[in-house]
């Protein structure tokens, strides 16, 4: 991709994933984030927080959208819940599973909240093949769940983000590529890249990554991460040299959400987001331009 003539990391816009705040209510979240100076959420649906099985969805939806607007907060919808269709079964049933009918119809559910809450995107991923299941005749299911959320996406005039996973069937930028291309290069089939799994596995350096796949950006995701292991970790605490990275997220003229992605730190989350924050801003070479978190009131419930 052609580079931004005028590049400037003050147009990144940082976000936080919902799923680093699990101890939270969602509105309680929402709240802090908004008042931390960030602009915006990944917000994955998930038992607690926006239940898209809830009985009272339509009413649950609206009153998320209302908040949002009022906190001023950008929002994209994840995916990714650990137990929402299986208590005994993490993350399944999958697109890959022999029966992916409870998967197909969540990330329907999921493009239609999204339509509902103007979500910036809607990201999803393969899954991890199950050992009884051919490699194959995993790929071919893969394609054809994808077919049919791009279609729903389609119909709804929802913008899908398919992210790579280190250990899943699409793990890395090729096989992401090669995903699209089977399914044809559908305009509104991009790609969600979590900063961290470019450190893990792909073979060139992390900001060569962004330059690479910069005009197919949906969502980015980002944390840091040390080269072959998948393990979400706070900034510094890492391999990754994040002013590359977001140099080249301003570079390619990415607009989206670069959301923090910390799915297991929700046991400290305001702590950690505010560092994450601080981290990204003195990264970028920005300033945050909100409310001293410290002191703002914004978003009280009572």
Not at 126 to 142: I, K
Not at 266 to 276: E, L, R
Request: glycine share 10%; charged share 25%; hydrophobic share 40%.
């Amino acid at each position: 991709m052609t580079a931004d003539p005028d590049p400037d990391p003050a147009r990144l816009r940082f976000g936080y994933g919902t799923n680093g705040f699990a101890n939270h209510r969602l509105d309680d979240a929402l709240a802090v984030l908004a008042d931390l100076g960030y602009q915006g959420v990944a917000l994955t649906l998930d038992t607690d927080h926006l239940d898209p099985f809830a009985p009272d969805l339509p009413a649950r939806v609206a009153a998320v959208h209302r908040r949002l607007a009022d906190l001023g907060l950008a929002v994209v919808i994840e995916t990714g819940a650990r137990y929402l269709l299986d208590p005994w079964h993490k993350h399944a049933p999958t697109l890959l599973h022999d029966d992916p009918a409870r998967r197909i119809e969540f990330l329907h559910r999921a493009v239609r909240i999204g339509a509902d809450l103007g979500a910036e995107a809607v990201s999803f991923w393969a899954g991890v093949r199950p050992s009884h299941v051919d490699p194959q005749v995993a790929w071919d299911r893969l394609v054809a769940g994808c077919a049919d959320v791009v279609r729903a996406a389609d119909a709804a005039g929802v913008t899908l983000g398919f992210e790579p996973e280190p250990g899943m069937l699409v793990e890395g930028i090729a096989d992401w590529r090669r995903l699209r291309a089977e399914l044809g290069e559908p305009p509104g089939f991009g790609l969600t890249l979590d900063i961290g799994h470019c450190r893990c596995l792909e073979p060139v350096p992390v900001a060569q990554c962004v330059y690479d796949v910069g005009e197919h950006l949906v969502n980015v995701q980002i944390d840091d991460m040390r080269r072959g292991v998948h393990e979400h970790l706070e900034f510094g605490t890492g391999e990754i040299d994040f002013p590359p990275v977001l140099r080249a997220l301003a570079d390619v003229d990415y607009r989206g959400l670069v959301a923090v992605e910390l799915p297991r730190h929700s046991h400290a989350a305001p702590t950690v987001a505010a560092a994450s924050l601080d981290f990204l801003h003195a990264a970028a070479g920005t300033r945050p331009t909100g409310p001293d978190p410290y002191t703002s009131t914004r978003g009280e419930t009572g």
